[in-house]
């Protein structure tokens, strides 16, 4: 099973409320990446877990918290989002954190609007 | 500052052989990935190449040389399914993937 989840697949949200993405997999991978990407652009790496503990943090507003409940979850809680925030949410597990030959597998992602 | 350049558009035709290049230049170097990403969906993993030289799997063949800081990724007996984006991403000295924005490759019949 070389699969990635996210859930929701879209996700519609006022800059007011609160929700959560969802990303699961089953390869055994101890590291997972949260990346958001805009149209037209690359993926931004915004968190990495490594070991379920947090590794990376790219100056991510706080509005975006993220958790990983144990080594197959990891979630993204929203708060209190900007409409510039819409955009595709992809997770991404790989086997370790820093290991060059080691691929990342991406979940289909979640597309995020703020309204 | 690390940047990545690659085409940002590129048309080929079904049945034919296209390169889409991708220059860089990273603080420090641990690899190169290439990734196709389908409009709407994830980025599936292509190719790695950490030596200089040339990695070939099956239509899709990459190429790196270190010293140049320049791939190349390879695509022969093009399909119409190929259309899609095509990713460089380098790993740095920190481990972080570097990204490219990505080349919209257009396949015309």
């Known amino acids: 099973d070389t699969e990635v989840t996210q859930t929701p697949k879209h996700l519609v949200m006022g800059m007011t409320n609160k929700k959560s993405l969802k990303c699961e997999q089953h390869?055994?991978?101890?590291?997972m990446y949260w990346y958001k990407q805009k149209a037209k652009k690359p993926p931004e790496l915004m968190f990495v877990?490594?070991?379920?503990?947090?590794?990376i943090n790219e100056s991510v507003p706080s509005r975006f918290s993220p958790e990983c409940p144990n080594s197959s979850l990891l979630n993204l809680h929203l708060h209190a989002l900007q409409p510039e925030d819409s955009a595709l949410y992809l997770c991404a597990s790989s086997q370790e954190e820093g290991q060059p030959s080691y691929e990342q597998y991406f979940g289909p992602g979640t597309r995020l609007t703020v309204t | 500052g690390q940047n990545i350049d690659q085409p940002t558009e590129m048309t080929a035709t079904e049945g034919a052989i296209v390169q889409i290049n991708c220059t860089y230049q990273?603080?420090?170097?641990?690899?190169l990935f290439w990734y196709q990403q389908h409009a709407g969906e994830a980025p599936t993993f292509l190719s790695y190449n950490v030596l200089d030289g040339l990695e070939e799997k099956g239509r899709f063949s990459s190429f790196l040389s270190r010293s140049k800081g320049y791939s190349y990724l390879l695509l022969k007996e093009l399909q119409m399914k190929d259309s899609a984006s095509y990713l460089c991403a380098v790993m740095d000295s920190n481990y972080q993937l570097i990204w490219g924005a990505g080349t919209k490759l257009i396949i015309k019949p």
């Open positions: 877990y490594s070991y379920e503990k947090l590794s």
């Open positions: 390869m055994g991978h101890r590291a």
């Open positions: 990273t603080s420090g170097f641990n690899g």
